[in-house]
């Protein structure tokens, strides 16, 4: 289809004039409507004054501000039309505007709990402490990551160290400070949402009612039946995110004004979208915060286990950046009796226990309803995943009598995910080729359980950064069947947002201990103790999928060397004949209490690779010094690559590992991210958003008839556009007849092109 697309891309030539991205200082494209109403994000070039700004602003009426910004960036939020907009960005003060875009608790997999009102909780606050206890291992990762040791160490005061006296801000969705393991750790904080000072959970009817932030804080800071990471750091709540956990570019940017202006020590955000670029306006926020001394740590996203899925703002730079990796655990896997062959099961948060047992019939049960469900009783019911939710479909395998539910996917991949409610039946997820074939086995199955810890998890996203070629992320954390505090009771949930505040908690412990260290010592101690993991073939993770490993705290902790940053990375080369030398500085910092000699172990020659190491050192006891490495390159031997590795530095014996990465040309990224299409506000118009990582030397939307795959039209066509967010309303004319319709988005640089599909319908 390809081919096809290419083919009609001369013919529309001669028809439509060049795209744009965000940014670029061109004319109004042909059916963009100058008079429709838009809200973006206005950054100022520094330093500009704000009464510089509105001297500019009054020469467009039309154009409102909505929020200021000081603190994050200078700048503010707009509403105008798009006509005035596009002229205000001509302006010298103007650095760059930016549509707003919709930040969520559950962007990519699926693997965060839906909203439900909070009576539905039936982990409530009764239950036994015997009974948490129990779920020990994953009641949260404290005890997997050292944190519980760290809480025997002490600071210079001879506290122990727990996060007293150290400042957490959550922006979420809100948070439940009435919840008995929460109340005595609250700080205040504020509603951006409803623009007040109270940022409780949103509550309400089915679908509104929000769980995730007080989620989130417990991990970091329950002090209660369980304990969080840091029992007693303070925590502020600012609510960003509304009723179903989204929330806008606006008011995430808020929280983050907010949050400088209380000089909150550490900032939790898990939440993201799913554009991999690192110049987003939040992202570029989470920098500035990092620079006034506060330390972002931000979920990388939940879209994995693909490459180039980490997204904003996971991409800051100067944030930490958090994937999830697994517990201590045991994954079930149905094993078929006539063939011998497993397949790996997903165990669905809230699930009943999976434990080994005797055989068992498999059964097809459709898509879960009552009536698909009759006749399976004590048997596995197989389900396909659609048309109810997951907690309807293992309700109804409840009264049904299954003995346990396998829920396989619909589209391609495996998924994740939780039920609203505790269910004594075990209930778990395969992807769609495995779920057809068990059904396809039929007869015996029997579970089996294969140790499956220190692993990252499938659904945490990886990286590298578009644009910037960095790292991301840059640690991992237990993010996986991971119990804390909701109102209303507990639950156990899944997803890097479970990931990231056990850095945050982690980073309260080691601020008590050392008040002096910023955002950037505190990433380069997480990441240079960091536990290397090893995927089920025992091989290391690679560098963009796992950062520098599962964080160390008690290691983190007792560490005598920092290593500035964490990771390294030599950026893009861009000439794929000829030879390249890189080079990047290095701070070595002595922070034990007695001299260290370092050195540098050389690494093994590899064909297009020569390194150059510094000499030997010493350094006394509070001493730092910066150091350069260097790498000679033949990307004519790595074209479109990205290499990664490690290198290590000996310090008084003790090795310290340090990721690098470097993209050879155009490596092989998407070409075409994040596209959205929805109807226009007039008839007939329909309005898109894509993300082009590395811009595009063309582009363009081609409609296709979804009965005979007939090519009908070219939505939008363009060539040359910048690197960025697009968005535009278009105009088809005529319309196509009432029907399906295939929409075919292309992009191609550097010779490469990729296609997105997805499908709309006329009406």
Request: glycine share 12%; aromatic share 6%; proline share 6%.
């Given at each position: 289809?390809?081919?096809?697309?290419?083919?009609?891309?001369?013919?529309?030539?001669?028809?439509?004039?060049?795209?744009?991205?965000?940014?670029?200082?061109?004319?109004?494209?042909?059916?963009?409507?100058?008079?429709?109403?838009?809200?973006?994000?206005?950054?100022?070039?520094?330093?500009?004054?704000?009464?510089?700004?509105?001297?500019?602003?009054?020469?467009?009426?039309?154009?409102?501000?909505?929020?200021?910004?000081?603190?994050?960036?200078?700048?503010?939020?707009?509403?105008?039309?798009?006509?005035?907009?596009?002229?205000?960005?001509?302006?010298?003060?103007?650095?760059?505007?930016?549509?707003?875009?919709?930040?969520?608790?559950?962007?990519?997999?699926?693997?965060?709990?839906?909203?439900?009102?909070?009576?539905?909780?039936?982990?409530?606050?009764?239950?036994?402490?015997?009974?948490?206890?129990?779920?020990?291992?994953?009641?949260?990762?404290?005890?997997?990551?050292?944190?519980?040791?760290?809480?025997?160490?002490?600071?210079?005061?001879?506290?122990?160290?727990?996060?007293?006296?150290?400042?957490?801000?959550?922006?979420?969705?809100?948070?439940?400070?009435?919840?008995?393991?929460?109340?005595?750790?609250?700080?205040?904080?504020?509603?951006?949402?409803?623009?007040?000072?109270?940022?409780?959970?949103?509550?309400?009817?089915?679908?509104?009612?929000?769980?995730?932030?007080?989620?989130?804080?417990?991990?970091?800071?329950?002090?209660?039946?369980?304990?969080?990471?840091?029992?007693?750091?303070?925590?502020?709540?600012?609510?960003?995110?509304?009723?179903?956990?989204?929330?806008?570019?606006?008011?995430?940017?808020?929280?983050?004004?907010?949050?400088?202006?209380?000089?909150?020590?550490?900032?939790?955000?898990?939440?993201?979208?799913?554009?991999?670029?690192?110049?987003?306006?939040?992202?570029?926020?989470?920098n500035r915060a990092a620079e006034k001394g506060i330390i972002p740590v931000v979920s990388s996203g939940n879209s994995g286990p693909g490459q180039?899925?980490?997204?904003?703002?996971?991409?800051?730079?100067?944030?930490?950046?958090?994937?999830?990796?697994?517990?201590?655990?045991?994954?079930?896997?149905?094993?078929?009796?006539?063939?011998?062959?497993?397949?790996?099961?997903?165990?669905?948060?809230?699930?009943?226990?999976?434990?080994?047992?005797?055989?068992?019939?498999?059964?097809?049960?459709?898509?879960?309803?009552?009536?698909?469900?009759?006749?399976?009783?004590?048997?596995?019911?197989?389900?396909?995943?659609?048309?109810?939710?997951?907690?309807?479909?293992?309700?109804?395998?409840?009264?049904?009598?299954?003995?346990?539910?396998?829920?396989?996917?619909?589209?391609?991949?495996?998924?994740?995910?939780?039920?609203?409610?505790?269910?004594?039946?075990?209930?778990?997820?395969?992807?769609?080729?495995?779920?057809?074939?068990?059904?396809?086995?039929?007869g015996l199955a029997r579970i089996g359980l294969v140790d499956d810890s220190d692993k990252v998890a499938a659904f945490s996203s990886r990286g590298?950064?578009?644009?910037?070629?960095?790292?991301?992320?840059?640690?991992?954390?237990?993010?996986?069947?991971?119990?804390?505090?909701?109102?209303?009771?507990?639950?156990?949930?899944?997803?890097?947002?479970?990931?990231?505040?056990?850095?945050?908690?982690?980073?309260?412990?080691?601020?008590?201990?050392?008040?002096?260290?910023?955002?950037?010592?505190?990433?380069?101690?997480?990441?240079?103790?960091?536990?290397?993991?090893?995927?089920?073939?025992?091989?290391?993770?690679?560098?963009?999928?796992?950062?520098?490993?599962?964080?160390?705290?008690?290691?983190?902790?007792?560490?005598?060397?920092?290593?500035?940053?964490?990771?390294?990375?030599?950026?893009?080369?861009?000439?794929?004949?000829?030879?390249?030398?890189?080079?990047?500085?290095?701070?070595?910092?002595?922070?034990?209490?007695?001299?260290?000699?370092?050195?540098?172990?050389?690494?093994?020659?590899?064909?297009?690779?020569?390194?150059?190491?510094?000499?030997?050192?010493?350094?006394?006891?509070?001493?730092?010094?910066?150091?350069?490495?260097?790498?000679?390159?033949?990307?004519?031997?790595?074209?479109?690559?990205?290499?990664?590795?490690?290198?290590?530095?000996?310090?008084?014996?003790?090795?310290?590992?340090?990721?690098?990465?470097?993209?050879?040309?155009?490596?092989?990224?998407?070409?075409?991210?994040?596209?959205?299409?929805?109807?226009?506000?007039?008839?007939?118009?329909?309005?898109?958003?894509?993300?082009?990582?590395?811009?595009?030397?063309?582009?363009?939307?081609?409609?296709?008839?979804?009965?005979?795959?007939?090519?009908?039209?070219?939505?939008?066509?363009?060539?040359?556009?910048?690197?960025?967010?697009?968005?535009?309303?278009?105009?088809?004319?005529?319309?196509?007849?009432?029907?399906?319709?295939?929409?075919?988005?292309?992009?191609?640089?550097?010779?490469?092109?990729?296609?997105f599909e997805t499908t709309i319908q006329f009406n």
């Amino acid at each position: 289809m390809k081919k096809i697309i290419c083919a009609f891309c001369i013919v529309f030539l001669l028809q439509s004039s060049t795209g744009l991205a965000i940014g670029a200082k061109v004319p109004p494209l042909p059916g963009v409507n100058p008079l429709e109403v838009k809200r973006g994000i206005v950054i100022l070039k520094e330093p500009v004054s704000l009464e510089a700004a509105n001297r500019t602003l009054r020469k467009f009426p039309a154009v409102k501000i909505r929020r200021t910004y000081k603190e994050a960036f200078n700048g503010f939020s707009v509403e105008g039309t798009v006509g005035d907009i596009r002229q205000l960005e001509r302006e010298s003060v103007v650095q760059s505007i930016s549509e707003l875009q919709t930040y969520s608790i559950d962007e990519g997999a699926p693997v965060h709990i839906r909203a439900i009102p909070s009576k539905k909780i039936t982990v409530n606050l009764n239950q036994s402490q015997q009974g948490l206890d129990e779920e020990a291992d994953n009641a949260n990762g404290a005890a997997m990551i050292g944190a519980q040791r760290l809480r025997g160490f002490f600071d210079s005061n001879g506290k122990r160290l727990t996060g007293e006296g150290v400042t957490v801000g959550v922006i979420d969705t809100g948070m439940d400070y009435t919840h008995p393991d929460l109340r005595r750790n609250y700080g205040g904080g504020k509603d951006l949402v409803d623009g007040d000072t109270d940022p409780m959970e949103a509550s309400g009817p089915r679908g509104t009612a929000t769980i995730h932030g007080t989620h989130v804080a417990g991990i970091i800071a329950g002090n209660g039946k369980i304990q969080g990471v840091a029992p007693r750091a303070t925590v502020k709540a600012y609510r960003a995110l509304g009723p179903g956990g989204r929330g806008t570019t606006e008011l995430v940017l808020s929280a983050i004004e907010e949050a400088i202006k209380d000089r909150v020590d550490i900032l939790n955000l898990s939440l993201g979208n799913t554009v991999n670029g690192p110049d987003l306006p939040v992202s570029t926020a989470l920098n500035r915060a990092a620079e006034k001394g506060i330390i972002p740590v931000v979920s990388s996203g939940n879209s994995g286990p693909g490459q180039w899925t980490v997204g904003s703002p996971g991409t800051a730079s100067k944030a930490i950046s958090v994937g999830a990796s697994t517990p201590t655990m045991k994954v079930p896997t149905i094993i078929i009796e006539e063939t011998g062959i497993g397949f790996r099961i997903e165990k669905l948060a809230g699930s009943g226990k999976w434990e080994p047992g005797a055989s068992a019939e498999i059964a097809d049960g459709k898509f879960g309803s009552l009536e698909e469900l009759k006749g399976i009783r004590n048997k596995i019911a197989v389900i396909k995943r659609g048309k109810l939710t997951f907690m309807e479909k293992a309700n109804n395998a409840l009264k049904a009598g299954a003995k346990a539910v396998i829920i396989y996917n619909n589209t391609m991949g495996t998924f994740n995910g939780n039920l609203e409610e505790s269910v004594p039946i075990p209930v778990g997820t395969v992807s769609a080729a495995a779920g057809k074939e068990i059904l396809k086995s039929g007869g015996l199955a029997r579970i089996g359980l294969v140790d499956d810890s220190d692993k990252v998890a499938a659904f945490s996203s990886r990286g590298p950064v578009t644009g910037t070629w960095e790292i991301k992320p840059d640690v991992v954390a237990p993010g996986v069947g991971i119990t804390s505090a909701v109102p209303g009771g507990y639950l156990a949930l899944n997803g890097t947002s479970m990931a990231a505040p056990h850095v945050a908690g982690v980073c309260a412990l080691l601020k008590q201990e050392h008040p002096e260290w910023g955002p950037a010592e505190m990433k380069a101690v997480l990441m240079n103790t960091a536990l290397v993991l090893k995927n089920s073939r025992a091989e290391p993770y690679r560098a963009f999928e796992q950062g520098a490993g599962r964080i160390q705290a008690d290691k983190a902790a007792a560490a005598g060397t920092l290593v500035l940053p964490g990771s390294l990375t030599f950026g893009k080369i861009g000439k794929p004949f000829w030879k390249a030398s890189r080079s990047s500085e290095l701070v070595v910092k002595n922070v034990s209490g007695k001299p260290i000699h370092y050195s540098f172990t050389v690494p093994s020659p590899e064909d297009g690779l020569r390194w150059q190491m510094p000499l030997p050192f010493t350094l006394d006891s509070g001493e730092e010094r910066k150091v350069r490495v260097a790498v000679t390159i033949d990307p004519s031997l790595f074209k479109g690559r990205i290499v990664d590795g490690a290198l290590f530095l000996q310090a008084g014996g003790q090795p310290v590992r340090i990721p690098f990465i470097l993209a050879l040309t155009e490596p092989d990224y998407p070409r075409v991210m994040g596209f959205a299409m929805a109807e226009g506000d007039s008839p007939g118009a329909f309005r898109y958003e894509v993300y082009l990582p590395g811009g595009a030397d063309e582009f363009g939307i081609a409609l296709f008839r979804q009965s005979d795959l007939r090519f009908v039209a070219f939505l939008d066509y363009g060539r040359k556009i910048g690197r960025g967010m697009l968005k535009r309303e278009i105009n088809p004319l005529p319309l196509p007849e009432p029907g399906f319709y295939i929409v075919k988005v292309f992009a191609r640089k550097a010779g490469k092109e990729d296609v997105f599909e997805t499908t709309i319908q006329f009406n």
